[in-house]
């Protein structure tokens, strides 16, 4: 038996949670069935469009990552989510080709010109086998300089006469007869695009079964993210990925444990401490890997295998005393401004663990807080590009963050206005006296 380096140990303890990388491993993935299930039958769905949409840090290209894998082909997570029924066969099974839009990409000609030149392409030896049955992470591989997927640039030249619809179709045309199959066209940060007109009308017009688009993007509904989309409402298969249940999360943390310790590293975290980290998430995986990654370190640092409670809660304020304040103590301050009330508004709106919360309830308990007229502080805040925004009227009304992760920062951050740390005790008192 190989004993490891501290070196090594350090390393595994380091990259036990991956807040900064996407899920790939099915055997590392948690949570999400009922989405799993739901995208693998788009996959066989001819004519069908699925959209993943939602909130940052709610593991959006992660589920898109799993999706890849089961339209490749693979195994591994249905059979381990018992749907094996859902299984592609290999005469059904797809090429994938992924871009990620960078903030630059302006059009849905754009999106089929990065799509033709620069896209990831996954098939079938993107997979590294440890066995019959199962599989490791994937392996990324450019099109170009791939003899089984030559492909000659002339069909997509800007000279060409055709439009950049017609050299897609080529394209893919090419693709299918070289590969003999399908072909899943991944569009990730589709929320990037500039100008998204169109791209609802080109999906429609897609008669060809040999091609599927799916895209992901950040968005509160599907009509932010395809202007047109009631052209297509037949053909849309919109996936709302919301926040995760507390026992999917407390699941996170259970892989990372049993992974880490089948390395030789041996670690846990004690039950208050799943529990606290779970609720704490407020259904966010990345928090989890996050704070699980944080709170880890530092037991680990003080010569300790087993995470406690008070672990987390210090992994919690150390990441938003640094990483989290980085990136957001601008934005908080330009938020809120010379208000105080605006602050408290926006500090009491991050206590709500819903993702969209009822408005009414909102006005109810910022007036119990001695918040007056805080209706007027809300529209504030939902002006322009600001924190939050409005969805739906009347007694339906609900708020939301336009960024989860910036929410739990205003939840964890100190105050700007002294009087306003009042909000944080006021929640305390009516909802967790326990943490007073």
């Excluded at 589709?190 to 897609?206: E, H, Q, S, T, Y």
């Excluded at 509160?220 to 202007?227: C, G």
């Excluded at 037991?299 to 295998?305: E, L, Q």
């Excluded at 009347?394 to 336009?402: I, K, P």
């Amino acid at each position: 038996m190989n004993t490891l380096s501290k070196q090594d140990i350090r390393v595994a303890i380091l990259n036990a949670f991956t807040p900064n990388l996407d899920i790939r491993d099915p055997s590392t993935f948690a949570g999400r069935k009922s989405l799993i299930l739901r995208l693998a039958d788009s996959l066989v769905e001819d004519g069908s469009c699925p959209v993943i949409y939602g909130q940052q840090g709610l593991g959006k290209t992660s589920l898109a990552m799993q999706i890849i894998r089961i339209a490749l082909g693979d195994v591994e997570l249905l059979e381990n989510l018992e749907a094996s029924d859902r299984i592609i066969r290999p005469d059904r099974a797809f090429e994938v080709l992924y871009i990620a839009c960078p903030e630059d990409t302006q059009s849905k000609d754009d999106i089929l010109r990065r799509l033709m030149e620069e896209a990831t392409v996954y098939d079938e030896t993107s997979f590294v086998e440890k066995d019959r049955t199962h599989s490791v992470a994937l392996k990324f591989g450019p099109i170009e300089g791939r003899s089984s997927w030559t492909y000659n640039r002339s069909l997509s030249q800007s000279s060409d006469d055709r439009t950049v619809e017609e050299q897609f179709f080529a394209f893919i045309d090419h693709l299918v007869s070289k590969s003999k199959r399908r072909i899943l066209c991944v569009v990730d940060e589709f929320d990037r695009v500039k100008n998204r007109k169109g791209m609802a009308g080109f999906l429609k017009n897609i008669a060809d079964i040999n091609v599927k688009f799916l895209l992901i993007g950040v968005a509160t509904d599907v009509s932010s993210l395809l202007a047109d989309h009631r052209s297509i409402e037949r053909k849309l298969n919109p996936v709302h990925v919301q926040e995760m249940e507390e026992y999917e999360l407390e699941e996170i943390v259970s892989l990372v444990v049993r992974r880490t310790t089948d390395m030789g590293v041996p670690i846990n975290f004690n039950d208050s401490a799943r529990k606290y980290l779970a609720e704490a998430a407020h259904g966010l995986p990345w928090y989890v890997h996050a704070v699980g990654q944080e709170s880890l370190r530092i037991a680990w640092d003080s010569g300790y295998t087993s995470v406690m409670k008070w672990d987390v809660e210090s992994g919690e304020h150390k990441l938003a005393r640094d990483q989290l304040k980085e990136q957001f103590y601008g934005l908080y301050r330009a938020i809120i401004g010379r208000s105080q009330n605006r602050e408290r508004v926006l500090r009491l709106v991050s206590k709500f663990r819903d993702e969209r919360v009822p408005l009414a309830e909102i006005h109810k308990t910022a007036r119990s807080f001695g918040i007056t007229q805080p209706s007027t502080y809300i529209a504030s805040l939902c002006e322009g590009e600001r924190a939050l925004v409005k969805s739906g009227s009347g007694l339906g009304a609900t708020v939301s963050f336009r960024n989860a992760i910036f929410k739990r920062y205003v939840h964890l951050c100190e105050p700007v206005f002294t009087d306003s740390r009042d909000i944080d005790i006021n929640w305390l008192r009516t909802y967790d006296p326990e943490r007073l």
